[in-house]
């Protein structure tokens, strides 16, 4: 079975914060994904890798920025955590090919006050 | 307007009835579709998979693809409490890995 693991389940950061979220996958997948989760508006898409090292900006990167520097681990890094960050982070993986399913993490809960 | 447009609910319903879910898109391209069940404080999972148009059954879960009108359902039967939880839709054009998601439906089945 995939398994994808996200470093906290629960997170409460202050305003101004640096903020890291870590992923990691145990399925060698090429591809890794992180999204924002926000009531009535579905996922969201901030930043997407296909390669180590490689990234590319999702639908919302702005804020934040992202680290892929071993195949197995994505990390998000959130640089002046703001309020309007606040929100559930998934983090999902996918292997090359064109089923394109994605296997999702259990999700980072972020609090920013 | 959105790519996807999915209903966000709630729609709560009694055991035993057949539910329906639907989503509409714009994007012709699209030719996988895809459904995710998430429960509650917990991560998405691929719950049917349609490539193109057509249906596809698996047990009490029927998906169905409308490509001439752009609509895809999800229809479960013999709804049970353990249904309950926020269904999303999604799809792709094959191409670039990404999926494109309806803002999801939650479910309630009550017993």
């Known amino acids: 079975d995939v398994k994808v693991t996200q470093s906290s389940r629960y997170l409460v950061k202050r305003t101004g914060e640096k903020v890291f979220l870590e992923c990691v996958q145990d399925m060698d997948h090429e591809n890794m994904f992180w999204y924002r989760q926000d009531p009535g508006l579905g996922l969201r898409l901030i930043y997407f890798s296909y390669d180590v090292k490689m990234k590319e900006k999702g639908d919302i990167p702005e804020g934040y920025s992202v680290s892929r520097e071993k195949k197995e681990r994505f990390s998000l890094i959130l640089e002046s955590a703001s309020t309007n960050q606040t929100s559930m982070y998934l983090c999902?993986?996918?292997?090359?090919?064109?089923?394109?399913?994605?296997?999702f993490g259990p999700g980072t809960r972020l609090t920013v006050l | 307007q959105k790519e996807v447009e999915q209903d966000p609910g709630p729609l709560s319903v009694p055991e035993g009835a057949i539910v329906s879910l639907n989503c509409t898109y714009s994007n012709s391209a699209f030719q996988y579709f895809m459904w995710y069940r998430q429960y509650s404080r917990k991560g998405p999972e691929l719950l049917m998979y349609t490539y193109s148009s057509g249906n596809k059954e698996d047990g009490r879960f029927t998906a169905q693809v409308d490509k001439s009108s752009k609509y895809i359902s999800l229809f479960i039967r013999d709804s049970q409490p353990s249904d309950s939880a926020t269904y999303l839709c999604?799809?792709?054009?094959?191409?670039?890995?990404?999926?494109?998601w309806g803002a999801g439906t939650k479910l309630i089945i009550k017993p």
């Open positions: 999604a799809m792709s054009d094959g191409g670039n890995y990404q999926l494109i």
């Open positions: 999902a993986s996918q292997g090359d090919g064109s089923y394109n399913e994605q296997f």
